[in-house]
């Protein structure tokens, strides 16, 4: 792991979740498969092993570039811009 530059631009601390489950998956009826959550603004979000892949989705509508895993006991980051654990 290495610390991209989009790191350093994050919010300290760390956003507050919006919410505990992916809202879109909930709005179309589906189950994600593990959440991620944005570390710019707090969106939850399914990650790509997910029918939809929101938290990729939310990535490109809002260039927020590092989200973390929001699964318990996992604590990695991923930069979506860099392609990278961070």
């Known amino acids: 792991m290495s610390e991209c530059p989009h790191?350093?631009?994050l919010p300290r601390p760390e956003p507050?979740?919006?919410?505990d489950t992916c809202p879109e998956c909930l709005a179309?009826?589906?189950h994600p498969?593990?959440?991620?959550?944005?570390l710019v603004?707090?969106?939850v979000g399914c990650c790509d092993s997910s029918p939809y892949r929101h938290a990729t989705a939310h990535f490109e509508a809002t260039g927020h570039?590092?989200?973390?895993?929001?699964?318990?006991g996992e604590v990695w980051r991923w930069c979506f811009a860099d392609k990278s654990l961070v």
């Open 33 to 38: 498969v593990q959440l991620r959550l944005c």
């Open 41 to 43: 603004c707090g969106h």
């Open 7 to 9: 790191v350093l631009d």
């Open 28 to 30: 179309v009826g589906s």
């Open 65 to 72: 570039p590092v989200m973390r895993s929001f699964e318990a």
């Open 16 to 19: 507050a979740a919006l919410s």
